[in-house]
């Protein structure tokens, strides 16, 4: 499913949605797209997955290795 295929400058994963198709989602299924997309790793992430994240302003939660 996270298999990234290189064309040019530009990851493609299998099965990832263009931001097209995001954009014709209802709305409670474009948010669970984007919680899909924060589970990613960033190396499992398409470009189009990037420019999803990146257009509608997701910040993502910086992982702590160690808390005090």
């Not at 530009?10 to 949605?17: D, K, P």
Request: charged share 30%; net charge positive.
């Amino acid at each position: 499913m996270n298999n990234l295929i290189k064309c040019g400058q530009w990851y493609f994963r299998t099965g990832e949605i263009s931001l097209k198709d995001y954009y014709t989602l209802p709305s409670a299924s474009r948010k669970q797209h984007i919680e899909f997309l924060k589970t990613l790793d960033k190396p499992q992430r398409s470009s189009n997955d990037n420019t999803i994240l990146l257009v509608t302003k997701t910040k993502e939660e910086e992982k702590k290795f160690f808390e005090l």
